[in-house]
């Protein structure tokens, strides 16, 4: 099976810039679930779809963040002023449920530089 | 969300076994254990999980205590590709409570494995 898209690989912009990240699922994956992670650390949940309501966005930074996931399929995220502590990897996962015996499958994510 | 302690490093010899532990002694009656690793440059990968009896599969073995407060992850022959961040998580089975299925990562345990 075709693993998670992502892209672009890799982005650079200035502070208070704008950019936005797009996500295709596996196919038939009800759920969605973007990711930031810093460098040194493991990823951090950013916001979870359960096919295109959104389901938890509790450590989403709703002044800059946002992200949809329009007819339950492809998601993007974006961010809008960028910061520099903003510079990470966005890692983009689908899994078939929320369920214990559903893996989640991740991408290779997209490499954020803000300047 | 339970949390999970893993050792910072570890390190092995090439073809030898590799024995990873995870400590999770608030762990409830409804989490799973979860393991993670994470290649360099490349997203979280599905190990394996278990709830209460050892698991196996073609990449490692899982083994649970009897009071499910630790586990170890067991890599049977390391090989240079299992060089990576071993994350040990645990994933609440109840879909549709708080934690909706998400999974929480931790700082994890690099591997280093030498020729």
């Known amino acids: 099976e075709a693993g998670v898209a992502q892209s672009p690989r890799y982005k650079i912009i200035e502070k208070r810039q704008s950019v936005a990240f797009w996500c295709n699922p596996i196919?038939?994956?009800?759920?969605l679930y973007w990711y930031q992670q810093i460098l040194g650390q493991g990823p951090k949940l950013l916001i979870q779809?359960?096919?295109?309501?959104?389901?938890?966005d509790s450590q989403l930074p709703k002044d800059r963040f946002s992200a949809e996931r329009l007819k339950g399929v492809d998601s993007t995220l974006k961010i809008q002023p960028a910061k520099l502590e903003d510079s990470a990897v966005y890692l983009c996962?689908?899994?078939?449920?929320?369920?214990?015996?559903?893996?989640?499958?991740f991408g290779n994510g997209t490499r954020l530089t803000v300047t | 969300d339970a949390k999970t302690t893993q050792p910072n490093s570890m390190e092995s010899n090439e073809e030898e076994p590799v024995h990873l532990p995870c400590n999770h002694s608030?762990?409830?009656?409804?989490?799973?254990i979860h393991w993670y690793r994470q290649l360099p440059s490349q997203g979280p990968e599905y190990v394996i999980h278990?709830?209460?009896s050892n698991v196996n599969n073609r990449m490692a073995s899982l083994a649970i205590a009897e009071d499910r407060k630790s586990s170890t992850l067991i890599l049977h022959r390391a090989t240079l590709r299992d060089a990576a961040v071993y994350y040990c998580?645990?994933?609440?089975?109840?879909?549709?409570?708080?934690?909706?299925?998400?999974?929480?990562f931790g700082q994890g345990t690099i591997l280093t494995v030498h020729p």
């Open positions: 996962a689908s899994s078939l449920d929320t369920g214990p015996n559903s893996p989640l499958h």
């Open positions: 998580i645990l994933r609440d089975a109840l879909a549709g409570g708080t934690s909706y299925g998400k999974l929480t």
């Open positions: 608030t762990i409830s009656g409804t989490d799973y």
């Open positions: 278990g709830l209460t």
């Open positions: 779809f359960q096919n295109n309501g959104v389901v938890d």
């Open positions: 196919s038939g994956h009800a759920t």
